[in-house]
């Protein structure tokens, strides 16, 4: 099977210069350095990576709410506006949350300052704000639904070979929720890609195998019944994003049954990996989705700096192998991982998984 893939140059631009992490300020992990050692994967396999060709505003309104968008694409002008600003948007104001997952997007922040709108759109000291993110981001976003409409205009009938994308995607979206950013995320491309491909797919499920849970993508999707989410990530108990990830969380209303989450021990390797894979796909199979999302992050590998579990660089190849067997149009968006330099191996062992 031919998998396309879809990148755009200036997702590299965005170059974030702090991190809070256990009361330090410190250089972030979302390295643009990433993206080479990704593109290293998609040479060594000879994929050459499509250029989105248009921008894809739409796409990103279907998911997040207007306040949020119009504050991502103007924050950074807006900074330079401030009186002895630092070098980024950066939130000290922080609205609270309840940090339940039922709770649906807020209205547009009521206060018109940028620092009030900085607390209420970024959600952590993990999403900083330079003078390029907003272009990265919008790039990344671009390059997301490239990838979607690639599937949705595949080769027909999609039997033996359904259509399969891959999405490079820097910055990274599935911590973000409709209406705020966290955890290096600013637009969530694999929410807008499930969206996007609700437009030619009845039912579409999303599988996140990042280390972290795709709370952002769980948020958008909570309370609809025609899109299945699907997170397994370290057990958020003792790891970000803290407050939702649990088994017990399992959607509302028309969505109620619609989201399963599987938490990992810490420490758990390819093996625990597998068997979750393999009970998310029944999930898959049972909810009779027609096309699938893969939220593919890499933090889950060993030597990942911000990690918690124990896969080694082959076991993604595992994961990819039960991805092919479902069969589905799918569509791969990069989330995380750190280790910058496994993640070409990590990447071309997925890929070899699925083709
Ligand atoms: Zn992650």
Known sequence: MSVR???????????????????????PKDVPARIEALLGALRSLDIAPEKP?????????????KGFLHFLETAWDRWQQLPEHGPEV???????????????????????????QAGWYLGDLSVPMGPHTWLSVRESSNTAIAAADAIR???????????MAYALCRPSGHHTRADRASGFCYVN??????????????????????????????????????????????DPRN???F?????????????????????????????????AVDRAAEAIRAFGAD??????????????????????????GGIGTRVKALGLPTVIVQEGGYAVDALTDCLSSFLDGVR
Request: net charge negative; aromatic share 10%.
């Open 239 to 241: 790891y970000y994003p």
């Open 243 to 275: 407050f939702t990830g649990y088994a017990n969380e399992v959607g509302i209303g028309d969505g109620a049954g619609v989201n399963l989450n599987l938490p990992l021990a810490h420490g758990s390797t390819g093996a625990v990996m597998f068997t």
């Open 189 to 234: 491309n694999t929410a807008a890609v499930a969206q996007r491909l609700r437009a030619t797919f009845k039912r579409v499920a999303i599988l996140d195998v990042d280390a972290h849970h795709g709370d952002g993508t769980q948020q958008i999707f909570y309370a609809r019944p025609d899109v299945l989410t699907i997170s397994i990530h370290a």
């Open 90 to 116: 950066w939130p000290n104001t922080f609205p609270y949350w309840s940090g339940r997952p039922e709770d649906a997007a807020r209205p547009d922040c009521p206060a018109e300052h940028i620092i009030a």
């Open 5 to 27: 893939a879809f990148y755009h140059p200036t997702q590299a631009a965005h170059d974030p210069l702090q991190y809070m992490r256990v009361g330090r300020v410190i250089a």
């Open 153 to 163: 205009s595949g080769p027909k009938p999609q039997v033996p070979s359904p259509p």
């Open 53 to 65: 060709s248009a921008d894809y505003a739409d796409a990103r309104a279907a998911v997040h709410t």
């Open 291 to 316: 096309a699938l999302v893969v939220a593919l992050g890499f933090d889950a590998h060993a030597r990942d700096p911000l990690g918690v579990l124990k896969l080694e660089s082959p076991d993604f």
